[in-house]
């Protein structure tokens, strides 16, 4: 991909309070451009977003701006919302709590976006949800005919509906579900729409996980998650305009549970992250391609 203009897609998966690993290397590539004097923000280095789930929410808060134009949520405000935040959001003890109308996640995602509509955001995105009418993954997106006059808080509450935490939305005639009925990671989903955004030019896409358990037997979400990931990387074997990085930690410390809102459980989930950060060579090879992109030369941190 030498001296070669590209497009960025940054893909995160679902995993509910598992969100805190995503935006911990997103915090450790920001910081990375701090090192050497650039200040840049995260949709600065993204042509679309993909999200399922909490990674949608992920998404959507990175892309909200402000009045004045500027990023509303930086990366840490997301960070420190899920750390604080998240044993109210997340815990699968209140459900019945939630079922009866008594919505926390919707709450905050009402008072941080607000009247905000999916069609106010830019750049390209795609968040994924799943019609429980017609049995389908449903995708809201800038292509999408209704786009405005759906509010991105009601998008984000409609794709984080998780069955036996959050009762479904129902949106005109379908009936959504959380995104990750369809599939906890979205990449494959995101390289679609990627083409039909951007044809004929070549793509990057950066695949954001939640962490994953080496040992631990795999249920059917999580069998979905590693054959997207094989789909994306043989398709990179293939597709020449298409580069993929897949940056996914081990769990050595931290819960798999997308509930395990504990303190002790929060502080693995960073310290798990911040070690494959200092352990993986994938960020030397993500910070070369930025260098492309940007034409800077970066000091790995």
Not at 85 to 106: C, T, V
Not at 163 to 173: C, L, S, T
Not at 267 to 288: E, M, P
Request: aromatic share 12%; hydrophobic share 40%; glycine share 6%.
């Amino acid at each position: 991909m030498r001296n070669k203009k590209y497009r960025v897609v940054l893909s995160i998966d679902g995993g509910g309070i598992k969100g805190i690993v995503p935006l911990v290397i997103l915090d450790h590539i920001v910081e990375n451009f701090k090192a050497i004097g650039k200040k840049v923000i995260i949709p600065d280095l993204v042509d679309l977003f993909a999200g399922s789930s909490t990674g949608s929410v992920i998404c959507a808060s990175l892309m909200h701006k402000n009045r004045d134009g500027k990023q509303q949520f930086k990366i840490k405000d997301v960070l420190n919302l899920y750390l604080t935040k998240g044993p109210q959001i997340f815990r699968k003890e209140f459900s019945e709590y939630y079922n009866r109308g008594n919505n926390p996640l919707k709450v905050v995602l009402q008072r941080n976006f607000g009247s905000t509509m999916l069609s106010d955001l830019h750049p390209e995105f795609m968040f994924l949800s799943y019609d429980l009418v017609e049995n389908e993954p449903y995708l809201f997106s800038k292509k999408s005919s209704d786009i405005g006059e759906v509010s991105v808080a009601e998008a984000l509450i409609a794709s984080t509906a998780v069955p036996g935490y959050y009762p479904p939305i129902k949106m005109r005639q379908y009936e959504l579900a959380d995104g990750m009925l369809a599939c906890k990671n979205p990449g494959k989903f995101a390289y679609n729409y990627a083409k039909l955004c951007f044809p004929g030019e070549t793509v990057l896409m950066i695949s954001l996980g939640t962490g994953f358990k080496k040992d631990e037997r795999k249920d059917w979400i999580e069998d979905e998650v590693c054959k997207a990931h094989e789909y994306l990387y043989n398709i990179s074997q293939i597709d020449r305009d298409f580069y993929y990085l897949r940056l996914q930690p081990e769990l050595k410390r931290a819960s798999s549970d997308i509930d395990d809102t504990s303190q002790e459980n929060l502080k693995a989930l960073v310290d798990d992250t911040l070690d494959y950060i200092n352990s993986t060579a994938h960020f030397g090879r993500l910070f070369d391609l930025m260098h492309i992109k940007f034409g800077m030369k970066y000091a790995h941190i």
